[in-house]
Each structure stands twice: as structure tokens, then as C-alpha cells.
């Protein structure tokens, strides 16, 4: 059965950083790519970045390149987001998932995914 489980979210302030975990369990983690996505309230779900769990080949969305870093560890089963010079723009609950094969950035090709975990930037 896969676990996806979301933490580091909270409140911060414009400019800030927050670092996000995602704990995966249950996966074949060599077949897997990892994604970040993000909602925000009225909105679609988006795209954020994702890594290849095999290569460790990364993607950013426009928005956050050069802001926001995903990392893995392989020996901890963990998924890192680490955002820096956040942006109220940034709000939205978070998102952990899992896509089987697929080098992707569509939410629909997302096998699995974490509860969510809220960020909150205030100006």
C-alpha cells in the first residue's frame, strides 16, 4: 500500500523560506517520478517540480526556477522542496505525488498522491 505524507508547512512571511517533506513508502521508487504540485484556493491544480527518482533529473515550473529546489533521498524514501524568496503569490496547499514511468508535469498522470500541507505568505 503507498503512503504519501506531507510536512514543513506554515506561515512565513514574503521573502522567507520554508522546506517541505514528503515521506513515500510502498513505491518502487527506480520507476517513479516525484512531483511537487500546488492549489490555491479558486484555482487549478499546478504543476511546481518534479525529479526522477532513478536519475535524479530535475523540472521547475517558471514560476518558482531559480527560487524553489527538489532534492530526494534515496536512503530515507524522502522529497524535499526547499523554497526560498517566497512570494504571496506562493500560497496554496502543496502537494506530494508519484507517477509511474511517466517524465511528466500533468497532474492527470500522477498515480498517487500526499494530503497536502498548507504555505502561507503574508506581504
Known amino acids: 500500500q503507498v503512503h504519501m505524507v506531507e510536512s514543513g508547512g506554515g506561515l512565513v512571511q514574503a521573502g522567507g523560506s520554508l522546506r517541505l517533506s514528503c515521506a513515500a513508502s510502498g513505491l518502487s521508487f527506480s520507476y517513479y517520478t516525484m512531483g511537487w504540485f500546488r492549489q490555491a484556493p479558486g484555482k487549478e491544480r499546478e504543476f511546481v517540480a518534479a525529479?526522477?527518482?532513478?536519475?535524479?533529473?530535475?523540472i521547475y515550473a517558471d514560476s518558482v526556477k531559480g527560487r524553489f529546489t527538489i532534492s530526494r533521498d534515496n536512503a530515507k524514501n524522502m522529497v524535499y522542496l526547499q523554497m526560498n524568496s517566497l512570494k504571496p503569490a506562493d500560497t496554496a496547499v502543496y502537494y506530494c505525488?508519484?507517477?509511474?514511468?511517466?517524465?511528466?508535469?500533468?497532474?492527470?498522470?500522477?498515480?498517487?498522491w500526499g494530503q497536502g500541507t498548507q504555505v502561507t505568505v503574508s506581504s
Open positions: 505525488a508519484a507517477s509511474y514511468t511517466r517524465w511528466t508535469t500533468k497532474p492527470v498522470e500522477y498515480n498517487y
Open positions: 525529479i526522477r527518482w532513478s536519475i535524479g533529473n530535475t
